[in-house]
């Protein structure tokens, strides 16, 4: 089992900044693969962005230029930059053995008010 504790949240203005920091614990040498999610009002979660344990990245298209995922260890980082109220929502830590994440955080809220 892992456990993933998410912080950073908050409420930003456009334009702003934040970064989201997620720390895991427990089982971490089964951990290969860390990432974002996120889920907006009335939407499906989706990726943000994923780095795996050699440092290769993957970001989805809409957060590309603006947000830089990055890891130490059991821990990874959300740089988020140019904030846009589309970016509104609960955004998740993930981790696992795969692209596909088997663990989950309880999600931190950000809000980006235009």
């Known amino acids: 089992q892992v456990q993933l504790v998410e912080s950073g949240g908050g409420l930003v203005q456009a334009g702003g900044s934040l970064r989201l920091s997620c720390a895991a614990s427990g089982s971490i040498f089964s951990i290969i693969v860390m990432g974002w999610y996120r889920q907006a009002p009335g939407k499906q979660r989706e990726l943000v962005a994923l780095?795996?344990?050699?440092?290769s990245t993957n970001y989805a298209d809409s957060v590309k230029g603006r947000f830089t995922i990055s890891r130490d260890n059991a821990k990874v980082y959300l740089q988020m930059n140019s904030l846009k109220p589309d970016d509104t929502g609960v955004y998740y830590c993930t981790s696992g053995p795969s692209t596909a994440p088997r663990y989950w955080g309880q999600g931190t809220q950000v809000t980006v008010s235009s």
């Open positions: 780095v795996n344990s050699g440092g």
